[in-house]
Nanobody
Framework: QVQLVESGGGLVQAGGSLRLSCAAS????????MGWYRQAPGKERETVAT??????????YYADTVKGRFTISSDYPKNTVYLQMNSLTPEDTAIYYC??????????WGRGAQVGVSS
């Protein structure tokens, strides 16, 4: 059974940094899309950053709101994906979810990690 477990969330002041980790268990992933999404109170879930397999290489995608501040990285042998978040603002406050989207179409979600940014 595949499980995604996020860690690294917390409460920081504006301008601070956090690093989220997502460890996947139950299967070894490769050539899959992995990413981070977030949902703020009263808002829909949105894409934050993803690493996508394009057939020959991986490429990263970032939402405009986090470009230049957040960095996604992955360690496929360890089945782990990270999200380094710098220059955090109160608008980044949300629950952050890890996601794996296999080429077969199967999609997995973590339970989420709470990130709070105070002004």
């Amino acid at each position: 059974q595949v499980q995604l477990v996020e860690s690294g969330g917390g409460l920081v002041q504006a301008g601070g940094s956090l690093r989220l980790s997502c460890a996947a268990s139950g299967r070894t992933f490769s050539k899959t899309d992995m990413g981070w999404y977030r949902q703020a109170p009263g808002k829909e879930r949105e894409t934050v950053a993803t690493i996508n397999w394009g057939g020959t290489t991986y490429s990263a995608y970032y939402a405009d709101t986090v470009k230049g501040r957040f960095t996604i990285s992955s360690d496929y042998p360890k089945n782990t994906v990270y999200l380094q978040m710098n220059s955090l603002t109160p608008e980044d406050t949300a629950i952050y979810y890890c996601n794996v989207h296999e080429q077969s179409g199967l999609v997995y979600w973590g339970r989420g990690a709470q990130v709070g940014v105070s002004s």
